[in-house]
């Protein structure tokens, strides 16, 4: 593991020399593309003078929002959908229809319902978070080993208990890996409820420069986004492994 991350660093770091090297050389002005040295410096222009940490703090704030109310509302529909297959067959189509419906269409109707600010990208951000848990969550609940559901009837276990120690713990890869994907989209979701009615955020911020011309600082931000949507999903690799262990230390104590 530790040399997969060396080599991936140094792969970056290669990646970013050949960018600096094809600029100086092809003498590319900084409107068109600027050299990472240059959006190094822009962006730490904007976080040394304090200009970017406002924005920052908006976007976090509406990310962690919007992913908390999406990935909660599709864990828990996920659960129901998956325990009762009459509401899956009768839902799931109008579940499917909602995410077909592109939510950049859906904005500025977001608008006019709720109106301008940090609502409105909440909202659309959760929309966008919901479905991978649900879906996720619903299919890991009709997978569970058939012997071990027969074992806990058996046993006579109530629904909660079955459950809660055996379908939860058995389909957490599964959830988890549905919860990661809505980590990443969570950012997209901001990012572009923020480019239509924000005045305020890392997607207006990115609107802003454009309007300005200012390449190097669009580039910045959108460092800055990718450095906080891989800490998010490191957090949420971090958080997989911690309730994996837990999950095979309920299931020993289950078994013996």
């Known amino acids: 593991m530790k040399r997969d991350a060396l080599l991936s660093t140094l ?25 990472p040295s240059v959006v190094a410096q822009s962006l730490w222009q904007g976080l040394n003078s304090g200009y970017l940490w406002p924005h920052i703090a ?37 579940v499917v229809i909602s995410q077909v419906v592109p ?12 109106g301008f600010g940090t609502l409105p990208t909440v909202v659309m951000t959760a929309l ?22 027969e074992l806990f009837r058996m046993l006579r276990a109530s629904p909660w208990q079955t459950l809660w120690r055996l379908k939860l713990p058995a ?22 409820g923020e480019f239509i009615g924000a005045s305020r955020g ?22 800055v986004i990718t450095v906080l ?3 998010f999903y490191k957090i949420c690799e971090w958080l997989e492994r911690r309730l994996l262990g837990t999950a095979s230390e309920l299931s020993t104590r289950t078994s013996s």
């Open 128 to 149: 966008i978070c919901f479905f991978p848990l649900l879906e996720n969550t619903a299919t890991c609940m009709q997978q569970v080993d058939a012997n071990k559901l």
């Open 171 to 192: 389909g957490l890869p599964n959830i988890m890996a549905g919860l990661r994907v809505a980590v990443v989209l969570a950012w997209v979701g901001a990012v572009v």
């Open 11 to 35: 792969l970056g770091l290669a990646c970013l020399a050949a960018w600096e090297a094809a600029v100086r050389v092809g003498h590319t002005s900084p409107l068109v593309l600027p050299a």
């Open 103 to 114: 939510k950049l269409a859906l904005a500025p109707l977001f608008i006019v319902w709720f």
């Open 202 to 223: 890392l997607g207006a911020l990115i609107i802003a420069a454009q309007g300005s011309m200012d390449t190097p600082l669009m580039f910045a931000v959108l460092t």
């Open 58 to 94: 908006h976007t976090l704030t509406e990310v962690v929002l919007g992913l908390l109310l999406g990935a909660s509302m599709g864990f828990v529909g996920g659960v129901v959908l998956g325990e009762s297959a009459r509401l899956r067959g009768v839902l799931m189509p109008y």
């Open 229 to 231: 949507g891989l800490t």
